[in-house]
């Protein structure tokens, strides 16, 4: 028997079946990839379509959301070449429903955090972000990333600051996205103004 906790995300009641999770687990060691960019590739929104059926199929049983997020998902913007997808479920902490299946797909858990889940191809080239459905942090991706496509501008703003961010060494891959929180903050306050709010 599942125990029903009222919960709000995002201004949206939820119901769950467990509390989530409190604190943030890293499954594995420190990503050192080698950080480089590359000029975008159109290929790219092929390999997003055939994960995004790959996920659709071992999700069958879950109404989930899916995007191509992060700078893959912008034509004409450099990128490092990993694939960002945010999936959204009706509740984040029902990991039987939606992280069991991905797994038995060939993902694997790489964190466990409240909120959030993400799992990744074995290569470590396609990143699976889970919300639950009504987090803010899903908008404030699509902000972002319809923005970029649109302004050629803060496109262009924004590759040369992951420029000038490579240009240093980075033991972990998530001390270089922390590094570029200002540019992303000061390009999505552009894209609210742009949309008025």
Do not use: C
């Amino acid at each position: 028997m599942h125990v029903v906790t009222e919960h709000v995300v995002g201004g949206h009641d939820t119901h769950q079946r467990r509390p989530d999770v409190t604190t943030s687990e890293l499954v594995g060691s420190a990503s050192g990839l080698g950080l480089e960019l590359h000029s975008h590739d159109d290929q790219w929104a092929d390999i997003y379509r055939d994960h995004r059926e790959r996920i659709r199929s071992a999700l069958v049983a879950v109404n989930v959301e899916i995007e191509h997020i992060g700078s893959t998902s912008v034509p004409g913007l450099a990128a490092k070449p990993i694939i960002d997808i945010v999936v959204t479920v009706e509740d984040i902490t029902a990991e039987e429903d939606f992280l069991d299946p991905l797994l038995a797909a060939g993902y694997g858990l790489r964190v466990r955090e409240p909120g959030h889940r993400l799992v990744r191809t074995s290569a470590q080239d396609v990143h699976v972000h889970l919300f639950e459905r009504g987090d803010p942090e899903v908008g404030e991706y699509l902000l972002l990333r319809d923005h970029l496509r649109s302004d050629a501008d803060d496109r262009a703003l924004y590759e040369i600051a992951k420029r000038a961010l490579l240009s240093k060494e980075w033991d972990d891959m998530n001390d270089y996205t922390k590094a570029k929180t200002d540019v992303i903050l000061t390009i999505k306050a552009r894209a609210r103004e742009a949309r008025g709010r």
